[in-house]
């Protein structure tokens, strides 16, 4: 038969390996304690190998045992560890009993719970209470009360506040606590005095009135108020712990008679802040966390609400049984918010108990995973098929997590209309200020006397909500206000108000953005540009900025765009610096990748992309978020799109498929400022842009004729083709080229065409693009018949070659093959490739015009430059024509013609490489710079250091010599192209 300890170290093998300190403990002093029991003849008194309904009786018979304090001391502390790993044991059968067999999951995981940590309390009470009886002993010391101000059921650590009567001989207690700190620590629970050393002046202990003077001076913030509120009497004076509950945790119940409720708004103002930064914290993809991600968010709720409903209970459920009675109408959330808290809480425990004391749980770790599998049967839980039990278990966390976040958000909203009704703003808001009889005389000073932004509250949402609403003079009373104050206190009090940022800067991004939203008056820009360079003061100052404005990034995406946008260039280049160095915590990674390219878009982009940029932010945060995610942003827009096809045409639809375009627009823009080349951005932006086009076209016709303004359609007699950059599948053009052909002179077609292409016209013209229909100057119409581009296109060539060219280089992107068949038989063979000597001839003459002395342009214009977009351009245009080709203009026509005309096939190479180079600059110029076709060499550098040439002066220097060359080059070999094109 094996020895008990064998036995019992047996047993604990299943439990975490935390466990082996109180085996050491149990090894090292049983013997003695066996013997000392056996002397004095009370072995018997004391259930050693079992858990024990009467601890604290047998800790004095094992005290009685021992032979001095220190043996005493030696003697309780294996007879705790005994206790506490029997305790745990007991545990896991009650699990394993109780839990596993049945449905009633979450009633069973309450009493559980409850039945933890009545026995952990009653445990550790007990041996605290033992041990300060020896550390105290005949030493006098104040009337005082243990607090334990958490959770109760927490093995790892516990938190205590020591209240005293007095602060004589308190000394003793204060030398007795520091010694059952250590002891604790060595054999049982970490003790924590995080209350008392804040408050009191005698380091672990403090008087009822050294409570009372911090709350006076408001030398507090809302943990410390939580941890009161909360609090419960371990052991010590009842009457004490009574005058603590009247005199310090009852000023922050709500009292309908008072006129202000100045500690309980501030602590409501404090709890609901940090609800909303915990439940914005992003969710980890390979591990959970039961305390942060629901926990912590739930018992703040509850302790707000006690304090609204008049709960005095200090346990969460008890809480929760009260305010079901008090507010009967939240029932639904109450029970919601139940359900999570057992569940939480049981799977919690037992990972501490079996597992490691950690709160970060890593499931998809492979020792970890199988622990949460294992603990996942043992709550009832059972694989089927593929799906484990872990599987199902994890299911039921996130289902009973968006459970209580939905319940959170309404009686959240309940507390939010329960302090508007009580606030101490209220007559700021209402102008009833100037009667206070302190009245400061200025608005901006007001709101700091009464809400207490620097003491750690940044929950404002009454007074944002006031100062944003347009239909109230509030705003333009505060900025006039804050602008009057003398330069030096004008600076000190906004420091006040971007003093939140160390707590939360979401809140005083929001201040800022609302602050910033009447900044084309003088008074608000200077106050915005003043406050913003306060805040970014404070962001540098913190040990780690990119992790406050990581969080930021994932959780209001929209706030810190509109924040960005605000900034001017020097300030949003100063945050950048800021965040030069990545977080620290785990698991941001993603979002600072989003938060950098952010604020680099802000900073670095041109407002050719901003104005694609800026109308979709507010709109799409799933797709703000994704920034740094290209396929996820494809995937998003993609299914926006297909979204769109399905829909009737509307005002609503024509301004999502322009929100399609900016998306895509943006998307792609991101790839090339990611270093993506122009062969692969070219593509996909011809891909969406074309989606655009038809889509637009479908919505334009369906409109039009579902508006009873037509019967007629066009039966297939309409094409509608690109011309220009778009037809060259080139991106990033400023202007829309196209041609529309109808086969039709019926005049009611005619008609019903030109209204679509006007309609197409207007909602391309929102998109801050040109529309340029080539035919229209010399028709007076959008839309041309074939007829009348023979008759006109048919004259001397030297007036119409230009014309030729568009048509020559045409691609269809609404309309049929037999159509486009008509438009080369009729239009392109007679009048271009049967003329093909005579046409190109011209095209030779203009790239020889340009490459002359007289006639060269700006060395610097990547379009008309010799050797530019231009000279490549008519350099296709004479080849499609010299061998009667109807491929665009793109580079797939030019790897054909190295197939066609293999002589020339290095001189071929030499154009396509030079014409990615001249796109990439292009690309990056109009995206970081403008859209022009002028290179500025003294604004080349954001392209530069794209590129690769450095990103400083001299860098811009050596790419535009680059270019430069490359383009003389590439000159010379397009001229030597069009000589020979005939040999």
Not at 106 to 123: D, H, P, Q, V, W
Not at 125 to 137: N, Q, V
Not at 222 to 248: D, K, P
Not at 403 to 409: K, L
Request: aromatic share 10%.
């Amino acid at each position: 038969m094996k020895e008990p300890l064998a036995r019992l170290t047996e047993k604990t093998s299943k439990l975490g390996n935390y466990n082996h300190k109180y085996l050491h403990i149990i090894s090292t002093n049983i013997d003695s304690l066996t013997s000392a029991l056996e002397r004095v003849g009370l072995r018997d008194g004391v259930r050693l190998w079992n858990y024990s309904n009467d601890i604290a009786r047998e800790m004095d018979i094992v005290m009685k045992a021992a032979s001095s304090p220190r043996q005493a001391i030696e003697f309780l502390g294996c007879y705790y560890s005994l206790q506490f790993l029997q305790m745990n044991l007991r545990l896991i059968d009650i699990v394993k009993l109780d839990l596993s067999a049945t449905s009633e999951r979450e009633t069973i995981s309450r009493k559980f719970m409850l039945e933890a940590g009545g026995m952990f309390r009653n445990l550790t009470k007990s041996y605290m209470e033992r041990l300060l009886g020896i550390f105290l002993e005949g030493k006098p010391y104040p009337e005082f009360v243990m607090l334990g101000v958490g959770t109760r059921s927490d093995q790892d650590d516990i938190d205590l506040g020591i209240v005293i009567r007095g602060k004589e001989n308190a000394g003793n207690l204060n030398r007795a606590m520091g010694q059952l700190a250590n002891q604790m620590f060595r054999t049982a629970s970490r003790l924590h005095f995080h209350l008392s050393e804040y408050v009191g002046s005698q380091s672990l202990t403090a008087t009822v009135d050294e409570y009372v003077a911090v709350l006076d001076e408001n030398e507090y913030d809302f943990i410390m108020v939580n941890e009161i509120i909360g609090a419960a009497a371990i052991l010590g004076s009842e009457s004490l712990y009574r005058e603590f509950r009247e005199r310090v945790a009852g000023r922050f119940y709500f009292e309908s008679g008072q006129k202000t409720n100045r500690f309980h708004e501030g602590f409501l103002r404090g709890i609901l802040g940090e609800i909303r930064s915990v439940l914005a914290a992003p969710k980890s993809t390979y591990s959970i966390n039961p305390k942060e991600e629901g926990l912590r968010p739930i018992k703040g709720l509850l302790s707000a609400l006690k304090l609204v409903h008049g709960v005095e209970k200090v346990n969460a459920w008890e809480i929760i049984d009260e305010l079901k009675k008090k507010d009967r109408w939240r029932k639904e959330q109450y029970d919601s918010i139940e359900r999570t808290l057992s569940f939480f809480e049981l799977f919690r425990h037992l990972y501490q108990i079996l597992v490691a004391q950690d709160e970060e749980i890593l499931i998809r770790e492979k020792p970890i995973e199988e622990m949460v599998t294992k603990l996942a049967r043992m709550i009832g839980y059972e694989d089927s098929g593929v799906l484990s039990a872990e599987d199902f278990m994890m299911v039921n966390y996130y289902q009973y997590l968006e459970g209580a976040i939905s319940a959170i958000g309404v009686l959240t909203g309940d507390l939010n209309m329960h302090l508007r009704e009580i606030s101490v703003l209220n007559p700021i808001f209402s102008d009833e200020a100037k009667e206070i009889p302190d009245y400061a005389g200025n608005l901006a000073m007001d709101f700091i006397r009464e809400a207490n932004p620097s003491n750690g509250i940044t929950y404002w949402d009454d007074f944002l909500e006031e100062l944003d609403d347009e239909r109230k003079n509030f705003y333009s009373r505060f900025v006039d206000s804050f602008h009057s104050l003398p330069p030096k206190l004008r600076n000190k009090v906004g420091r006040v108000y971007v003093s939140g940022t160390e707590n939360d800067p979401s809140p005083v991004l929001k201040f800022l953005t609302v602050v910033g939203k009447g900044r084309e008056d003088k008074k608000a820009r200077e106050i915005f540009d003043l406050l913003s360079e306060l805040f970014l003061e404070e962001l540098a100052g913190l040990p780690n900025p990119s992790d406050s404005m990581a969080l930021i990034a994932v959780a209001y995406p929209d706030i810190l765009n509109n924040f960005l946008s605000m900034l001017d260039s020097d300030s949003q280049e100063k945050l950048l610096k800021i965040l030069a160095e990545k977080p620290k915590r785990g698991g941001l990674d993603p979002y600072y990748d989003q938060l950098v390219t952010l604020a680099t878009i802000h900073h670095q982009s041109s407002n050719f992309l901003k104005r694609h940029f800026y109308p979709i932010l507010g709109k799409y945060p799933a797709f703000i978020r994704n920034l740094h995610d290209n396929e996820k942003l494809r995937e998003i827009s993609t299914g926006f799109y297909s979204d769109l096809t399905t829909l009737p045409p509307s005002e609503i639809l024509y301004e999502r498929i322009g929100d399609y375009y900016d998306m895509e627009f943006v998307r792609v823009s991101l790839m090339t400022l990611s270093g993506v080349g122009s062969e692969v951005t070219d593509s996909e932006f011809t891909e969406f842009s074309d989606n655009y086009t038809q889509q637009l076209y479908e919505f334009a016709m369906h409109d039009i004729l579902a508006s009873g303004g037509h019967s007629k359609s066009t039966r297939d007699l309409f094409a509608l083709y690109a011309v220009g950059g778009h037809a060259r599948e080139q991106g990033f053009d400023d202007d829309y080229d196209m041609i529309a052909i109808l086969d039709s002179t019926d005049g009611g077609v005619l008609e019903l065409c030109n209204r679509v292409i006007a309609r197409m016209n207007l909602h391309i013209i929102r998109r801050g693009i040109f529309p340029h229909n080539r035919m229209a100057d010399h028709f007076g119409s959008y839309v041309v018949s074939l007829d009348q581009l023979g008759q006109f296109l048919g004259n001397r060539m030297e007036d119409v070659y230009v014309d030729l060219s568009q048509l020559l280089g045409a691609r269809m992107l609404v309309g049929t093959r037999r159509l486009d068949n008509k438009l080369t038989e009729r239009i392109i063979e007679p009048l271009i490739f049967e003329r093909d000597r005579e046409y190109v001839g011209h095209l030779s003459a203009e790239i020889k015009t340009r490459h002359s002395p007289n006639g060269r342009s700006a060395p610097g214009n990547i379009k008309e430059c010799p050797g530019g977009q231009r000279d490549i351009e008519l350099l296709l245009l004479i080849y499609k024509t010299r061998h009667r080709v109807r491929d665009p203009l793109s580079r797939k026509l030019l790897g054909r013609l190295k197939n066609i005309d293999p002589r020339h096939e290095k001189e071929f190479l030499m154009v396509a490489e030079h014409l990615d180079f001249i796109r990439n600059v292009r690309d990056l110029y109009r995206l970081k710079v403008a859209a022009h076709d002028e290179l500025d060499p003294l604004h080349l550098m954001p392209v530069s250091g794209s590129l690769e040439y450095g990103f400083d002066a001299a860098g811009a220097e050596r790419l535009y010599a680059d270019f430069i060359e490359r383009s003389e080059r590439a000159a010379v070999v397009i001229e030597r192209l069009v000589d020979e094109v005939w040999d």
